[in-house]
């Protein structure tokens, strides 16, 4: 069963605009979010994290929103870049535990 | 920087064949993962690892097994390849309670 749903498999934005990229889940003990990025044929990459003490936590054009009540979070990034084309997963850590659960992704494609 | 390095880019390899992948971190890190990605399907954790000689079952272990004979190396091991094995397999490193760094994957296909 898929603790971590990301519901939207592709989004398109247009370079300069803002991309919003969800994340939902269902476990309440869930304490430790992160976002990754993935290009093609490359292994994930840290993106920005955000503990469940915080609802906002900001690293230059990447923003992470956390709603513990809705169990939902997301990524804005302003301005998008073309560069910024590429799968985009979220992850959720419990507090107990080593292990992260991740989402399916969501393919951004940023257009020039 | 962090650095995880998995043996093998690509892989091609006949049913039945057993299989190594081969992972190793330079940062001493105690937390080290396997995971599959598949289409639709997101990262699913096959194995991890959070001591030498220490193993722990993910979501699908299934038809997998793993080695941790040192902290810097895990490996990754198909018993008797199956051609449902055919993936992209992730490496991962991290402390206990840090985000993970991750290798550059292996595209395994099992004819």
């Known amino acids: 069963d898929q603790q971590v749903k990301q519901n939207s498999p592709s989004l398109s934005v247009q370079e300069g605009r803002i991309s919003i990229l969800n994340c939902d889940y269902t476990?309440?003990?869930?304490?430790?979010f992160l976002w990754y990025k993935k290009y093609p044929a490359e292994g994930p990459t840290f993106l920005i994290s955000i503990s469940s003490i915080k609802d906002k936590n900001e690293d230059g054009r990447f923003t992470v929103f956390l709603n513990k009540s809705a169990k939902h979070l997301s990524l804005h990034i302003v301005p998008s870049q073309p560069g910024d084309s590429a799968v985009y997963f979220c992850?959720?850590?419990?507090?107990?535990?080593?292990?992260?659960?991740f989402g399916t992704g969501t393919s951004l494609t940023v257009i020039p | 920087d962090v650095k995880v390095t998995q043996s093998s880019r690509y892989l091609v390899k006949r049913t039945g064949e057993k299989v190594f992948l081969e992972c190793v971190q330079d940062m001493d890190h105690e937390n080290m993962f396997w995971y599959r990605q598949d289409p639709g399907l997101g990262l699913r954790l096959i194995y991890f690892?959070?001591?030498?000689?220490?193993?722990e079952k993910g979501d699908i272990p299934e038809g997998y097994s793993v080695s941790r004979e040192k902290k810097e190396r895990f490996s990754l091991i198909l018993e008797s390849a199956s051609t449902n094995q055919t993936s992209m397999y992730l490496c991962a490193s991290s402390l206990i309670t840090n985000e993970q760094f991750f290798g550059p994957g292996t595209r395994l296909t099992v004819l």
């Open positions: 476990n309440s003990m869930f304490d430790y």
């Open positions: 992850a959720a850590r419990p507090n107990t535990g080593n292990q992260f659960y």
């Open positions: 690892s959070y001591d030498v000689k220490m193993k």
